[in-house]
């Protein structure tokens, strides 16, 4: 049952979905509105009111930083004038649109990926290879998927205009990843609340449209600066892009086990490999590969995109509002330390050490260390593969939310945001999916509790806290080792 | 000629007692909530003069709340709470929500007394405490919870409250934009002083949550670098 409703819901031509998350989110936006006039506790988060009275300020020719806490850019209180002279509820409408935007934006990236991989499938389909009596049994993804089309053919007589187009398998995966996004409750709530998180969001996947779709690289070097400049976290994907664009990058499918050094002296030098197929390659560090830094054109554009748009916001910024907007927009998200509990493995041990002098250096080396190696691997590893460009961010931001210093649920949005990307290209089964959902979930809940009772009712639980912040972060690396493990392996079928 | 004297400054006394009347007034404090996240709720009650003399004098009451460094009144949600329910109060001073104890400074808050509702009247101001550094054993830190100041103060010219007590300036009302000199004047305290209890971090699990922590971030990375090693591109 739920598998046929779900079938029909997929097979939904995909603006209608839009139609549908748009009108869902006018309806948060209003319930917002009327309960935030009732309620003793507000629908809307605090921090919409500090881009409020930030655009307040503005608006009056003054500095965004005169508002206490105001620690974004000042974009925003630009952004946000009309919520002073037109509603202040425009704030809440303009990301809500930015959130069906980054919908559209993933089925556009998730699409173009889907279209490569098979088309790259199926230049290379008789080069399947064999080991030791197992294929890999290679699916094809752009093939008419016959179950969706009965499914279709009785849900059109049932429900007349509903459903007005014809999918392909690569579509219907397209349109899940968006419906990921458009339908989490997560990013419902958070674009209604007035969160101006998925703006951040929108301009990564701009980024990754700009550098993977339309090949425009000074472009997506804009946008990457503009989404630094935004939000500080996106930086972390600079050298997963950069690889991407290094001539020494390849298109690599198959299975690690049937690695095979390649032996050309071509293969080797790399010259001219933008478009280089190499079946197989395996990532481990060589002296050689220190020339991956050296930059071609494309990377030579993408930087020079991305230090231009990041220079002259920095630059007009500053001529406007001082070292009040490099402190609040830069500088305090890298200085931050909040020792009040929250979700990150380090919190207690900061805590604890929290005005204490005599603590060694090593210590913030091994809190450093382990996620920036993480960080380089990800990013050269994933980043150089050509279709796995979107799982390097999926996987870097996974490090980075797990390993952050900082770590509230809003981080979360993150991952969200870029997690349908490779979806498509992770098999796991839904009873899988569900348990890692729920061991997920789980880990957040048992955190919760000792949290409620330190926080609530004032009782001493912090070392419990901390062992809650320990199983939650081994949730985390469990769920992103679960995810590598199942990336991009096919299932094998014995001959 | 003598006995005129006497009498101007007879009259002028006379004068000069009418136009300063004796405030009596008491309050009783309760604190509600456990945890970081309290409430003082305050029941203001004035028993002379009386509503017709309060009234005629045109003589404002407030309360001078001092968050010391343990503790904040976050501004935000006083906005708020301005907005939606019937009360009044402005925070003076920079309020950084996120410092420790050790890291922070004291404020103040104006509680604005309604003229309207005099009498009996009840008062709220949320207050948050803050994490105080951990310490060896840990256990519960104290913070002491100062006693609100009563203040008063009168425009018209002649009337004044009795006393002798110092004054204090702070806002006029809830917009905080003018500066009024404000009266310190005494009243009946129906409480006891009150410490609230924080729980602090107990700096004797440093070593354990030191080793344990970093090691496990390092482990996290190496298990990840060993699926890398196996897993497929």
């Known amino acids: 049952m739920i598998g046929k409703f779900w079938n029909i819901f997929k097979n939904i031509h995909y603006l209608w979905h839009i139609i549908f998350a748009v009108i869902i989110r006018f309806c948060f936006i209003s319930y917002g509105l009327y309960h935030d006039q009732y309620a003793s506790v507000a629908y809307t988060d605090v921090d919409y009111k500090v881009f409020t009275d930030a655009s307040r300020h503005v608006l009056n020719y003054g500095s965004p930083y005169s508002r206490n806490t105001y620690r974004y850019s000042p974009l925003i209180a630009f952004f946000l004038i009309p919520n002073i002279t037109l509603h202040h509820a425009f704030g809440k409408v303009l990301f809500s649109f930015t959130d069906v935007i980054v919908g559209l934006l993933i089925r556009a990236i998730v699409l173009h990926s889907l279209k490569l991989y098979n088309g790259h499938k199926q230049k290379h389909e008789s080069k399947a290879p064999q080991v030791a009596g197992e294929t890999l049994k290679v699916e094809y993804l752009n093939k008419p998927n016959i179950k969706n089309i009965r499914y279709r053919k009785k849900s059109k007589r049932l429900e007349g205009q509903l459903i007005t187009t014809c999918k392909t398998e690569s579509e219907v995966q397209a349109d899940t990843s968006m419906l990921l996004w458009l339908y989490n409750p997560l990013s419902i709530a958070i674009a209604t609340r007035g969160n101006c998180d998925s703006i951040a969001g929108a301009l990564v996947l701009l980024t990754l449209y700009c550098l993977q779709c339309k090949q425009k690289y000074f472009l997506a070097g804009l946008c990457h600066g503009l989404s630094v400049h935004f939000r500080l976290y996106p930086l972390m994907y600079s050298l997963a892009f950069y690889m991407h664009l290094s001539k020494y990058s390849y298109y690599a499918t198959n299975n690690l086990f049937n690695y095979t050094e390649p032996k050309s002296k071509k293969q080797k030098d790399a010259k001219n490999a933008d478009n280089q197929i190499v079946e197989t390659r395996k990532t481990i560090f060589k002296k050689q590969y220190l020339m991956y830094l050296v930059p071609n054109t494309n990377q030579l554009r993408l930087v020079f995109g991305c230090l231009t748009s990041l220079v002259v916001l920095t630059s007009l910024f500053y ?41 060694g250096m090593w210590q913030s080396v091994l809190i450093v260390l382990p996620q920036l190696i993480l960080l380089i691997v990800f990013s050269i590893r994933y980043g150089l593969n050509k279709f796995t460009l979107n799982f390097a961010i999926v996987t870097i931001t996974i490090t980075m939310v797990a ?24 098999k796991i089964t839904a009873g899988v999916a569900l348990f890692i959902m729920g061991i997920w979930f789980a880990a957040q809940a048992a955190w919760l509790v000792p949290a409620y009772f330190l926080e609530f009712q004032g009782k001493n639980t912090f070392l419990f806290v901390w062992l809650q912040s320990v199983s939650f972060f081994c949730a985390n690396i469990a769920i992103l080792g679960r995810l590598i493990m199942n990336f991009m392996s096919f299932r094998k079928v014995k001959m | 000629m003598y006995k005129l004297l006497v009498l101007i400054v007879i009259f002028v006394g006379i004068t000069v007692s009418e136009s300063c009347f004796k405030l009596d007034a008491s309050i009783s404090q309760k604190i509600e909530n456990e945890g970081f996240h309290r409430k003082i709720l305050w029941l203001f009650e004035l028993l002379a003069p009386k509503k017709e003399v309060w009234d005629e004098s045109g003589c404002t009451l407030s309360l001078l709340f001092q968050a010391n460094p343990g503790m904040y009144v976050y501004p935000d949600e006083i906005y708020d709470l301005n907005k939606k329910e019937n009360v009044s109060i402005y925070v003076v001073g920079d309020v950084n929500i996120e410092t420790p104890a050790h890291e922070s400074t004291s404020h103040k808050a104006f509680v604005f007394i309604d003229n309207n509702n005099l009498g009996k009247i009840s008062l709220q101001l949320p207050i948050h405490l803050r994490y105080q550094r951990a310490q060896i054993t840990g256990g519960y830190g104290k913070v002491y919870l100062r006693r609100p100041t009563l203040l008063a103060k009168c425009p018209k010219d002649g009337i004044e409250i009795c006393g002798n007590s110092k004054r204090i300036n702070g806002p006029c009302n809830v917009s905080g934009v003018e500066t009024c000199s404000w009266k310190n004047v005494t009243y009946q305290a129906l409480f006891e002083d009150v410490e609230l209890l924080v729980p602090i971090g107990d700096l004797d699990d440093y070593p354990i949550v030191a080793i344990f922590t970093l090691m496990l971030g390092c482990a996290g990375c190496i298990y990840m670098l060993s699926i890398l090693s196996t897993a497929s591109l």
């Open chain 1, 319 to 359: 001529y406007l509002y001082g070292y009040k907007f490099l402190y609040e927009t830069y500088i305090y998200h890298l200085v931050r330390k909040d020792t009040r509990h929250n979700f990150s493995l380090f919190f207690y041990l900061q805590y604890l050490t929290a005005g204490v002098k005599n603590i």
């Open chain 1, 403 to 426: 390993y952050n210093t900082v770590l509230t649920s809003q981080y979360f949005i993150w991952i969200l945001v870029v997690l349908p990307l490779c979806i498509w290209q992770i």
